[in-house]
């Protein structure tokens, strides 16, 4: 543990610089006692420490010691900070932390210690939209049975509602847009499967450990899981008043502009029940021209609706 502590100290010093020693005991819940032999022994160890007396003095280390960055410019590796700034936005795990602050003090040097503390051009934020503690609890215990090589279990709902028990051999958590994927091999399919996670309930990580099977990460067929879903060519007719939204939604060789201000796009998507859910948000403002059957399944669902409520409260028509 203290010599944990000791690299610990060097560490955040590199890092924040000047630091007092009220401000290290409280960190690390020791006395003041043994911050003060601890930074002893730094500075015997050939780590220079410098101490600062008054208000805002504290301890730092000198401004002249350096870190050989060996292979990394100061601003590949001030790129580096920025991704691993977004990749621990979206993870719980404790590992991410620390690596983070061994790449800060490589990167922090003598007279470009100033460079670190800039904006990076580019903010990375890999957290998805509306994800919750529960989800970061999933994730970190997938993470912690893929490392230890542990079957799961789970309950998982399909997009058709049905749900169903299932134990998985997890092999990687994947991150595509705003959603967290699981893939690994299901025992029940005898065969490699996705699972998203938050379809996922009641999840268990077992005792029970497994041998992976003979594969690698450029291997992976996850795409083929995406893509094996029937794809659909939609050509999509909205109203001017959501053109923002259409412009969010779908590529720009896609959509065009017409003279009476409508938009048209033509574009290929998964059929499946997003598709329809999607299409239906845009209420009165879209219109499907082709095909005829997402034509008619959108009419159908809006008819279905009408005459639920039209019966239910006995509207006029």
Request: aromatic letters at 10%; one cysteine or more.
């Amino acid at each position: 543990m203290k010599i944990e502590r000791l690299l610990a100290i060097i560490t955040m010093l590199l890092n924040k610089r000047r630091m007092s020693a009220s401000e290290l005991a409280n960190h690390f819940e020791v006395s003041l006692r043994t911050i003060y032999r601890d930074l002893e022994n730094i500075n015997a160890a050939g780590i220079p420490i410098v101490a600062y007396p008054g208000s805002n003095g504290g301890y730092e280390i000198m401004e002249s010691f350096t870190i050989d960055r060996q292979y990394l410019s100061l601003e590949e590796l001030v790129t580096v900070i920025a991704a691993l700034k977004g990749v621990q936005s979206s993870s719980a795990e404790s590992q991410v932390g620390h690596l983070l602050e061994k790449i800060k003090t490589l990167a922090t040097t003598g007279s470009e210690r100033t460079g670190t503390g800039s904006v990076h051009p580019i903010i990375y934020d890999f957290n998805p939209w509306g994800s919750t503690k529960e989800s970061m609890s999933k994730v970190s215990q997938l993470r912690q049975a893929i490392e230890n090589k542990h079957r799961v279990s789970f309950l998982y709902t399909k997009i058709q509602g049905d749900s169903q028990e299932r134990t998985v051999e997890p092999v990687t958590l994947i991150l595509k847009g705003y959603v967290w994927y699981m893939y690994g091999y299901c025992l029940w399919r005898q065969s490699y499967r996705l699972f998203r996670l938050s379809r996922i309930a009641d999840l268990t990580v077992g005792e029970e450990t497994f041998t992976p099977h003979e594969t690698t990460v450029d291997t992976l067929r996850w795409l083929e899981e995406w893509e094996s879903v029937d794809q659909v060519s939609l050509v999509l007719e909205f109203s001017p008043n959501v053109h923002v939204r259409v412009k969010d939604m779908f590529r720009p060789n896609e959509v065009e502009l017409r003279e009476n201000g409508t938009l048209l796009v033509r574009t290929v998507a998964s059929n499946d029940e997003w598709l329809y859910g999607m299409l239906l948000s845009f209420g009165e403002a879209l219109t499907v021209i082709e095909p005829e059957s997402i034509r008619c399944r959108i009419r159908d669902s809006v008819k279905k609706m009408t005459e639920r409520y039209e019966s239910r409260w006995n509207v006029d028509r």
